[in-house]
Nanobody
Framework: QVQLVESGGGLVEPGGSLRLSCAASGILFRTAAVGWYRQAPGKERELVAG???????NYVDSVKGRFTISRDNAKSTVYLQMNSLKPEDTAVYYCETKFSTGVEYWGKGTLVTVSL
């Protein structure tokens, strides 16, 4: 059974930091590209950061210089370090794994709230 479980969300003040984790099971994690997406209330889901099998990363412009995506294949886990958080970063954050065949899996999400 494939599972992606996100954790690390919560309430943080503007300027603060959080580290999200996504632990995968039931898949050959090291052969998947991984992405962190987010969906804010009333908005469409957007790709925040991605990391390829080889470790190449990409970010949406709004988080460049503040967020860092990384992966630990030995632990089948992907991380999203989020610094200098802003209220507009408030959203449910999801991780997604995608294989070269086009098959993809999603986690259920973790809520990040940036507020005083």
């Amino acid at each position: 059974q494939v599972q992606l479980v996100e954790s690390g969300g919560g309430l943080v003040e503007p300027g603060g930091s959080l580290r999200l984790s996504c632990a995968a099971s039931g898949i050959l994690f090291r052969t998947a590209a991984v992405g962190w997406y987010r969906q804010a209330p009333g908005k469409e889901r957007e790709l925040v950061a991605g990391i390829t099998i080889l470790g190449t990363t990409n970010y949406v412009d709004s988080v460049k210089g503040r967020f860092t995506i990384s992966r630990d294949n030995a632990k089948s886990t992907v991380y999203l370090q989020m610094n200098s958080l802003k209220p507009e970063d408030t959203a449910v954050y999801y991780c997604e794994t995608k294989f070269s065949t086009g098959v993809e899996y999603w986690g259920k999400g973790t809520l990040v709230t940036v507020s005083l």
